[in-house]
Structures are given as structure tokens and as C-alpha cells.
């Protein structure tokens, strides 16, 4: 169990810790020997020719991995992947992102990797959507389509030769993001799925997780109630350290509005313990369909 | 810009907090320049000549260099240039507990117009960006007695920001002019982990001026009267022996609502704290400095009864909200932090902020404070003797 900075009493503690056994116990993969910490051996047969990768150095004539994590192997590839790293960018990646500057065509946004990835204005759409090239004039009234500090959500499109990314915004649902707040939690928190923007029907809010651990709640018509509650639901499993996914922020919150959890308190420690259980029960139902 | 309406207060500067300096001499604490020992008369001409100046001031657009009213004193840093300290002179009360400073709104990422919009939109309606209503606070998290070699310490977490207070307590000389008390000193550190702007010396500003904020509210006036903690129980022999407290605060995460949260561990750090018990050898003559025995078991513990909390009020729009984070405070207006004690006492004020105030708002803010400050105190206590009781 992580330093979970929240003020709980004994029962509550206990009831914690018995839920994240549950769940330690339900996820145990086939290669759980396969997770490794800094300076373990990773076990390899020497005979075969093999590439050592990220994560790993020569020690003593043995593999030894210098970072936390998972040992990955790739036909001969053998590299250790860091669980708790920065984000680690891909093509096709949804990315949230804030605008730091407006330099010469292009944008330069900050998505919590390394460097500043760049948006370039002939990769965005002109606000009267018609195809054309990008003139001095376009240049100059770049800060009427984005400002400094703008929300923006775009998608990877490349990587430059340097390491930086090079993202675009070319279709109708990337763009500036407006009216509601941006929560920032781990990026290994948000896997890759299908779908990356959620319109919450029931809500009439926009969910957008960000693969780079941005995430958006947005408003479409005046719901303030229901995105603070969705907003906490983001905070709550982060805190508690479960994988992002839309249909378990909205079982949160269904699970909030049916015990009558006042907006604030789904932040105390109380309704965390509570979410912790739930997942437990969800995630044992899972199993047991399976078999 | 608009000047902040202005409470005279007497002076109060930042100095460097080094040991050696603090027990030697007794100009170490706030010492109004010679000004106040003048006469009737050139009172008189200093404020006339105030005034004059405060109206000049009101007509000038850009920011008022540091001119001849403005006093520092020898011991102050010299300011960083987007800072403008008034330190205006008391023509009768030396030990108004007021202080007035104006600094710039810093704050670390930017806001887009929508988010701010939000915020914005969100006080007005009552229900800020986690669910709080205007005058909640966040959850207090408070640990105590995590070092050992401090005589007390403690650790509060609100939300995301994050201090520790520590209380060290060594055996000086008391002052000439007060030999019967102890000496107390309130320092804050801002940690360049906290945020990207304390880098290098960024945070030495914010330091200097929690410090002092926090030694108007918790230390009383230049006479110990009024204060928090009460000096005369620091004594040990009158004239001779007595107790110098050295109260450090540390910020390690900066979210908002810095000086609520290391008023909260004083408090907490002083209820921790164990004053070792002194034996005094009889028989001392004169001027001699008696022989004392420091005894590593028995400990005295402080009455925290007496010591006020501090509640922050941030003004955004036109509405004023309690503890508020980084994101909401860099929005505000102006804020006034108000110390209050149990009994409901105002122990201290501090306004921040550019923006002018109209008294009644600030009469306002006193009471919402004090309705606000009951539940704070009792949550407080309550979440300390928790800690205690867990740390046993």
C-alpha cells in the first residue's frame, strides 16, 4: 500500500488493507517473477545471444536491472520497463496538453514528457475549415486560435528526429478544451484503449483521459454539480492507484450519488475505503464470470 | 493601482535568524527606528507628511518606488522589485497587532480564460472545483513527534501543501529589559521542492513574509503582552537562566493556504513539545551565572489552550472563500488572514493583495472568520490529540 496521505481510523485501515489483498491477489499474473527491483538479477540464459535494453547493465558478468519494474523480452530483446515512469509517448497517442508558447508556425505545448511537443499550424484546422495554405496573415492571427496557457487536445503524429513529438489537431473533435478543469494524475494510470473521449450522456459532460495522465472534465450544458463529482471520482482513483477507464469513474460516481456522499466528502477516507472495496468485489465478480 | 486601505501599524521587519545574533543582543527583536521616541511635534509633521504622500501616491499610475516615508530598518533584506513593502509608523499604538503588505499574485502553471472562468463561476455558486462549499476547509492531516532530536515537531498536511513546524528549545540569557520572560522566534523556510518559484533564493520573500505574519499573530506586541505563548513560563532564573524558543517552519508542497497550515503545526508542534525540566544549583551570588542541570527525563509540557489558529479569507469576485488552493489564489482579489483565539479573540490581521478594500468587507471577513475559526479549532485538536495518541 502506497502512503496513502488520507486521515483513516483503525477500521477503516483494516478495511484497506483487506481490499488491496483482495486485489493483489486477483491480479497475480502467470510471470510474477518477471517484476523486478534495482539490482536484481534478471534471469537469462547466457548461452543465447541477447540485446540488453533499457534498464538494465552489466554487473559482475551478470544482467542486473537499475530500474523498478517489469522485465519484457522481445525476441532478443530483453529490457526492463519502469511501472511509475514519465510518460512515454506513441503515434495515434490522445493528448492533453497546455499551451506554453506561440512561436514561429507552430504551437509549443507542455503534455508532461520531457519536452515541450510542438503542434505546427498546418497540422490544425483553420477556424473557417477550408483547405488551404497557411499565409503570413494565418501566421499572424495564430493567438486567435490558440492563446497562451489554452487547453488543447491533440493527437501524436510523430516523432522528430531530436525526440521531440509532433502532434495535430486535424479533426473535428481535437482542439481547445473550454469550460470545466484539468486534473493531472500518473500517466501510467491511463491505458490504451479504443476510446479516449467519453461523452457521459446521463451527465451531459465530457470525459478526456489523456494517455499522458491529463485529464479533462468538460461541460456541454450547465452540470456543475455533476463534473465536480466526476472531477473527485478522477482524484479519488488516482490517489488509490486503479487504471483509468470510463466506466469505472462513472460506477464511482453512481456509487457516490446512491449512498448520498455530499460532493466534498468523496474526497475523505471514508468514501475511499469504500472504492476500494467496490473495485475488489467488481474485479472478484470478473474472475469468477471467467471461470 | 489602486493603494491598500491602510491600518497604521507599527513596524515590524524581517531579520536573519541566526542563533548567536538572537541571544546576544536585544535589538534582535522588532525594534521601531528611533522615530517613536520623537515628540509630540514632529509626530505630528511625520503625519501630515504621511498623508501627503498617500495622496500623491493615489495619483501615480505605475508602482511607487520605495521613497523617503517608506522606513526599513537596517536589519530587512532589501525587497525584490515586484514587492513594495509599506511600513508605516504608529503615531500612538506600538503593539497594533496589524500589518499590511503588498505582494504580487505568484503562482506556478497558467490558467486558460475558460478555467478561470470556471473558478471563477464556481465560488459564485457556491461549489468550487472539488465539491467545497465556500467556507470548508480541506481535510487537516496532522502528525506529530517525527524527529527526535527536536524538542517538538509536527507535520500538517492540507490537500497538497504540506509543512512542518519544529521547536527547539536552548537555555539563554533573557533581556535586560525583560528579565523576567523567555525568548520566542518564529522562522519559516520556503523548500525549493515546494514550487518551481522558491528555486535558488525565489523563496525568500514568501519566507520573510509568513515569518513575520506569524510572529504578529502567535507573538503579541513588543511587551509580550498578548501573546499566544506565554514568555514568563519560559523563565527559569529571573534575570539570569531562561529559555529561548526557536520555532522553524518548513514548507515542503506549496497548494494554497500556506499560512492556515503552518499556524495549524505551530500549534500542533507546541502541544508536542517537551521542555526538559532544569535543576537549578543553589547558593548563586551576584552577577554569576548559575550552574543548572538539564534533566534528559522530566519533561514540562506547554499549555496550547491560548494559541490562535489563523483563517485565511481569499476574496474572489465578489464572494470570500476559506482555504484556498494555489489554482483559486491566483485568481484573488485580496486576502485578509485573521488570527482568531478560542475565546473568539482577534490576535492578528494581514491583508494581501492589490486590491482595496472597503472597511465594512473587512468587518465582514472578521466575523466570518470567527464563526469559521470554531469548527477549525475544535477539527484541530482533535486531529492532535489523534496524532498524539498514535504516536504512543
Known sequence: MRGLQLPLNQ??????????????????????DASVTVADTIPVNYEDAFLKGHGTTDLNGELVATVCGVVERINKLVYVRGLRARYKPEVGDIVVGRVIEVAQKRWRLEINFNQDAVLMLSSMNMPDGIQRRRTALDEL???????????????VRNFQHDGSLQLQARSQKYGKLEKGQLLIIDPYLVKKSKLHFHHLEQFGIDLILGRNGFVWVGEHVETRDKLCRIANAVRVLSTL????????IVETVELSSSLKIDIHDMLGSEFHVLVAEQEAERRSLMGKRRR | MSSPLCFFSSLTLSFNHRHSMFCTKTTAFPNPPPINNQNKEEKEETKSKLQTKMASLKKKKRNPKPSCFIRRSNL???PASRAVRFHLLSSARRQSPLLIVDQSSSYMVGLSAGEKHFIQGGIAQDLRLDGRKRLTHRPIYVETGIIPQAHGLARVRLGATDVIASVKAELGKPSTLQPDKGKIAIYVDCSPTAAPMFEGRGGEELSTELSVALERCLLGGKSGAGAGIDPTSLVVVEGKVCWDLYIDGLVISSDGNLLDALAAAIKAALSNTGIPKVDVAAETTGDEQPEVNISDEEFLQFDTTGIPVIV???????????????????????????SVNRKGHVCGLTKRGGAGLDPSIILDMISVAKHVSEQLINKLDSEIAAAEASEE
Open chain 1, 11 to 32: 477500521t477503516q485501515r483494516i478495511r484497506l488493507q483487506r481490499a488491496f489483498e483482495k486485489l493483489q491477489s486477483l491480479s497475480s499474473k502467470a510471470n510474477s
Open chain 1, 141 to 155: 492571427n495564430m493567438r486567435g486560435i490558440f492563446e497562451e496557457n489554452d487547453v488543447v487536445c491533440a493527437e
Open chain 1, 241 to 248: 492507484g486503479f487504471s483509468m477507464d470510463a466506466d469505472l
Open chain 2, 76 to 78: 530587512s533584506k532589501g
Open chain 2, 312 to 338: 485565511t479569507l481569499t476574496k474572489v469576485g465578489k464572494h470570500y472563500i476559506v482555504d484556498a488552493t494555489s489554482e483559486e489564489e491566483s485568481q484573488m482579489s485580496s486576502a485578509v488572514s485573521i
